[in-house]
């Protein structure tokens, strides 16, 4: 199968996510399942809604934007590229669109719209449906490679930052972030909210304005911060180096790396052990990158040194023209 599995199975959040004033910021991709809810402003490279998505603030995105039908967005809509916009959207303040615009019946948008490139009226297929008939067409006709190629851009795979992914039927506001399956947070984001997911992976070095709830394993990664609880019904708690829950811990076996700090109580409903091992199985991108840094800069230090002896023997090896001259004027 092209896919593996399906892509909106689980909430996850990419590293460097972070919220600003309500507004939720990537550098990549927001890709949300159908009967959603956002309650911020969404910003992101290109911004995907299935069916029935609710978006609180406004959309920027800096490539396109398709939203489905009965989609409803707060405030302003401002697209870098094309905008695809199904039957029955509303929108409560104006959409900007930088290219073209393909558009459905019974749009509304309160305050107009402009766009530099084409404007069409008529009904764009929905967005999981034209890229399973998209797909189908490449497939039929033998080009597989454009359409791996086509997914992988869906899904982030061929581009420098991974994309937000947002279950069906979830509820991301300032105050909770509520899925039904298992949540994936990368590392050094900045989040605002309640966490409730199925299962829960916490990244490094992230900073968690709320709790954590899960009904499986919650894992939080080294350098974390919780200010909150963390709390699972039926699974354990992994705490990694250098990580801070402020609240309490509760869990059936509580995990803690014996340089991690909680200001609360631990509840281990079996056993609590302290431990000294990294808890995520996933590299660590910036301990990777100051290592290939400093490989670097040892192998630019390196050849310095070697071409700096070179020229100090060069330096040796050459006759000094100058003296020859000046015992040549002396005698």
Known sequence: MLFGSDPLSELSIPDGTTVEEHDLVTDGDVII????????????????????????????????????MWCDVADNVLVGEDAYIGERV???????????????????IEDGFEANGWIVIRNPMPTIVFLFVYLSQLLRIG????????????????RDHDPILVPRGASVSDDAWRVSTPATIGDDCRLHGNIRAESL?????????????????????????????????????????????????????VELHENATV????????????????????????????????????????????????AASEDRDEPVDEGSDTAEASD
Do not use: Y
């Open 90 to 108: 509303h929108i409560g303040g104006e959409l900007r669109v930088a290219g073209d615009v393909d558009i459905g019946d019974d749009v509304d």
């Open 263 to 310: 200001d609360g109580k631990i509840r281990a409903r079996e056993e609590m052990r302290m431990h000294t091992d990294e808890v995520l199985d996933r590299p660590d991108e910036s301990a990777v990158a100051m290592a290939e840094m400093a490989e670097e800069l040892e192998s630019g230090t390196n050849s310095t040194d070697e071409g700096g002896d070179d």
């Open 33 to 68: 399942g159908g009967q959603s809810t956002v309650e911020f402003g969404v910003r992101g490279r290109s911004v995907i809604a299935d069916e029935r998505v609710r978006f609180g603030g406004h959309i920027e995105a800096e490539g396109d934007c398709r939203l489905d």
């Open 143 to 158: 080009e597989d490679e454009a359409a791996r190629d086509l997914v992988d851009e869906m899904l982030g795979e061929d």
């Open 201 to 253: 992976e916490v990244g490094r070095d992230n900073v968690v304005f709320g709790s954590l709830r899960a009904r499986e394993d919650v894992v939080v990664g080294k350098g974390t911060e919780i200010k909150g609880d963390v709390t699972t019904r039926n699974g354990d708690v992994r705490v990694g180096p250098g990580a801070k829950v402020w609240g309490d811990i509760s869990a059936n076996t």
